[in-house]
């Protein structure tokens, strides 16, 4: 893993601050949902202190302080949130088991009853199991007696108190309209539509269902119904509900919010509050919603808002807080009714987005910089390092050791590591320079003694000796020779480097030159033969002839060293725009690939076998690359193309 990529990492870690963020998010909201559920407790419970002993404001019945009480024929409406259409089905009506209440006579006769209210309406539903629903008979009078089918009456307290009745009659499904029983003069009596009582009648898999709206200026306190059930026409009844069968009186209240109470809660509404008044048994009374106005608080959380809420939000939290308190009798020891009070999240949830829309921004800002800095940084370092990696390879050349290093001055620990390998790297050229003016002084220091060893050997061999003793003069003499060229070879490099240093620039004929020097290679070199490809047109370039010369020489001197007699050394000239290439092609032994880089190098030689007799250092092609790099060149070596032997190319500049 790169440094880059390490650090990379690293400056990701800071993203644990916007976690950390949103942890700290998520437990200020809990604060702020906890004080807003304190908050909304004091609000329900000053409103409920202030309807304290308002029976008259609670209830549409106050004169009796059981209205709190439920009995078991007590009706107690739900609030509709819109009118049912009256159709006879329940699709409108609210889907709450809860808010039924049943009556039966037996198994086979019961039925359920749900009443709600919407405005000055009031709703009623009845569920009738019924195994042979029977109609009236069409046309008939609705007092026949011999015609009567299934009825439904209903019974009710009006405004005064005044027990009042009214009954429904159907010849067949659909809208139906309530008639009352007037009794005019002689006790004769007649039915007479009600008009403000309208319904409709279907049919059901158990029975029948009625849908009615009776308009609540018509009631008082108490309110029933009665059903006789009928298995054919004019047969004797079955009656069953809520209503005496003798006279129709009622027996169950209706319990009713007082029309006041709804504007009084209003009063106490605002922006995403909704506030509900329930009886004991949890019935709701009235209520007032402006729970849908929570926008008025203040404007829509932003884009980012909405985002962040994604990483801090509970799954299946609910968005709404609730505070409930007892409403009182004036003497503070019965319940007369619940207020519920509802507020959306919108207010703490405003609060909590600001907050943590500005820390979420600065963190993850911050998290930003703080990983562009470290990646910069990284990118920096690295290219340090790769500066560093670069003088380090190309720290030895040819021409011997580069002392500069980069990043030297530099005050921090990479500049350190750097001082120190200029250091290291000053000490070696140092020691390069000795080993390099070594040979040139062995060869001066070594010089007179070996004059005197083959003196002393030359007068010797004048001496009458033994045979024997003239055999190891033969020896020492053969020995000083081969020390001799050792000597001579050692100097070679320093003299070529002097010469380069004090050669002069002339301009001449390359082409002419070449093929002079092949002239004198067939003659110095019998058992080998030349081949030259030179270019017809004359060449001239700018250099010194003798130092060419003398490259030549060393080129074609290794190519006969590792050639075996009677081989062909191909001598070739190429012109280039603004370059001459010199090449020198002989058979033999191919160059390794990890040879070829260092055989121009200093006392670096290759030669394994088949000794001459001659010594080798390894400073011919050393030589070749000092005289081609003085001609503003340069020299390398491949093996053929069909690997059967070497190719040493040197390119001059024209």
């Known amino acids: 893993m790169s440094l880059r990529l390490k650090l990379l990492l690293l400056g990701l870690a800071t993203l644990v601050l916007p976690w950390a963020g949103c942890r700290y998010a998520r437990e200020m909201e809990t604060a702020l949902r906890e004080g807003e559920q304190n908050s909304l407790q004091a609000v329900s419970q000053a409103i409920a202190s202030s309807l304290q002993g308002r029976m008259d404001l609670l209830y549409r019945e106050a004169h009796a ?31 709450d088991p809860a808010s039924w209440r049943y009556f039966a006579k037996d198994s086979q006769h019961r039925f359920g009853i749900l009443t709600g209210v919407f405005e000055r309406m009031l709703y009623v539903l009845l569920d009738v199991r019924d195994d042979h629903l029977t109609f009236d008979a069409a046309g008939a009078s609705p007092l026949d007696s ?131 008044v329930t009886t004991p048994a949890g019935r709701s009374l009235a209520r007032a919603d402006a729970l849908a106005r929570s926008s008025e608080l203040g404007p829509e959380p932003g884009i980012l808002a909405r985002f962040y809420r994604r990483f801090v939000d509970r799954p299946g939290e609910r968005r709404l807080i609730e505070s409930a308190a007892p409403i009182y009798d004036r003497d503070h020891r019965e319940i ?21 829309t500005r820390m979420l921004n600065f963190t993850l800002i911050t998290s930003a910089v703080a990983v562009i800095a470290m990646f910069a940084f990284a990118a920096r370092l690295a290219v340090r390092l790769s500066r560093l990696r670069r003088a380090s390879e190309s720290a030895l050349t040819r021409e011997g050791l580069v002392t500069t290093f980069p990043e030297t001055t530099a005050p921090d620990e990479l500049g350190d590591v750097a001082r120190g390998f200029s250091t290291l790297l000053s ?21 007179t003694p070996l004059t005197i060893v083959r003196s002393s050997l030359e007068n010797l061999e004048s001496e009458d000796v033994s045979s024997s003793v003239r055999a190891y003069l033969e020896r020492a003499r053969q020995g000083s020779e081969r020390l001799n060229a050792i000597l001579v070879a050692m100097g070679a490099a320093t003299r070529v480097e002097e010469a380069i240093s004090s050669a002069e620039r002339t301009r001449f004929d390359l082409v002419a030159l070449l093929a002079s020097a092949v002239g004198a290679y067939r003659i110095a070199f019998p058992d080998r033969s030349f081949s030259t490809e030179l270019p017809s047109e004359a060449s001239t370039i700018e250099g010194a002839p003798d130092l060419i010369v003398q490259m030549l020489d060393k080129l074609v001197d290794n190519a006969a060293d590792f050639s075996l007699p009677g081989a062909t050394i191909t001598i070739r000239l190429r012109l280039e725009p603004h370059a001459a290439v010199l090449e020198v092609d002989n058979p033999g032994p191919p160059l390794a690939p990890e040879i070829r880089s260092r055989l121009f190098e200093s006392l670096w030689q290759s030669r394994g076998g088949g000794d001459d007799g001659r010594p080798h250092f390894g400073l011919g092609l050393y030589i070749v690359r000092l005289i081609a790099e003085f001609h503003g060149g340069e020299a390398s070596a491949a093996s053929l193309p069909d690997e059967t032997g070497a190719r040493f190319s040197v390119r001059l500049g024209a």
């Open 427 to 447: 000490r070696l050229n140092e020691y390069t320079g000795y080993l390099r003016t070594l040979a040139g002084k062995l060869a001066h220091e070594i010089r």
């Open 65 to 95: 302080r059981e209205l709190a009480r439920i009995g078991p024929y007590d009706l107690q409406p739900v609030l509709l949130m819109t009118a049912p259409f009256l159709d006879g089905y329940a699709d409108e009506w609210p889907h």
């Open 146 to 276: 011999s015609a009567l089918g299934d009825r439904i009456w209903l019974g009710f307290q009006d405004p005064e108190g005044i027990e009042r009745q009214v009954f429904i009659a159907a010849s067949s499904p659909g809208s139906v309209t309530a008639r009352r029983i007037e009794t005019g003069e002689y006790g004769q009596q007649t039915a007479v539509d009600e008009p403000r009582v309208v319904g409709a009648l279907q049919p059901s898999p158990q029975g029948y269902r009625l849908e009615l709206r009776v308009p609540l200026s018509m009631l008082g306190g108490g309110f029933g119904a009665l059903i006789d059930d009928r298995d054919e026409r004019g047969a004797a009844p079955v009656s069953f509900g809520t209503l005496r069968s003798d006279d129709l009186h009622t027996v169950g209240r209706l319990i009713l919010a007082a029309p006041e109470l709804g504007g009084y809660l209003a009063q106490f509404l605002q922006p995403g509050l909704r506030l509900a």
């Open 336 to 356: 007369i009714g619940t207020l519920l009070v509802t507020q959306t999240a919108d207010r703490w949830l405003g609060l909590r987005d600001r907050a943590l």
